[in-house]
Nanobody, 126 residues
C-alpha cells in the first residue's frame, strides 16, 4: 500500500506562486511514477502533470506548460509541484497520485493511478 499526503495549498493572488508537496509512505526502494491532478467544483478531474520514477521524464497539460514544474526527491519519498503565474482558473483541489507500473513511465489517465492523496486546496483570487 502507498499512502500519500499533500500539503502546501492555500490562498494566493493572481500571478503568485505556490509549491505543493506530496509525501509518500509505505513504499520500497522501487518507487512509483507520480502524477498531479486537480478538480474544481462541477468539473471533471483534470490532469496537471506527471513524472517518471527517476524524474528524467516529465509531462504537463497544455495550460500548465511554462508555469508549473513537477519534480521529485526519491530519497525523501516526496514529489513537488511548483506553480508560478497562477490564474483564477487554477483554483481547484489538487491531488497527487501514484502509479503502480512504470510501463508506460508517464500517464495522463486517472485510472492508471492506484493510490491517491486527500487533496490540498488551491485558491487563486483575482
Amino acid at each position: 500500500q502507498v499512502q500519500l499526503v499533500e500539503s502546501g495549498g492555500g490562498l494566493v493572488q493572481a500571478g503568485g506562486s505556490l509549491r505543493l508537496s506530496c509525501a509518500a509512505s509505505g513504499r520500497t526502494f522501487i518507487t512509483n511514477p507520480m502524477g498531479w491532478f486537480r478538480q474544481a467544483p462541477g468539473k471533471e478531474r483534470e490532469f496537471v502533470s506527471a513524472i517518471s520514477v527517476s524524474g528524467d521524464i516529465t509531462h504537463y497539460a497544455d495550460s500548465m506548460k511554462g508555469r508549473f514544474t513537477i519534480s521529485r526527491d526519491n530519497a525523501k519519498n516526496t514529489v513537488y509541484l511548483q506553480m508560478n503565474s497562477l490564474k483564477p482558473e487554477d483554483t481547484a483541489g489538487y491531488y497527487c497520485a501514484a502509479k503502480l507500473s512504470f510501463i508506460p513511465p508517464i500517464s495522463e489517465r486517472p485510472r492508471d493511478y492506484a493510490y491517491w492523496g486527500q487533496g490540498t486546496q488551491v485558491t487563486v483570487s483575482s
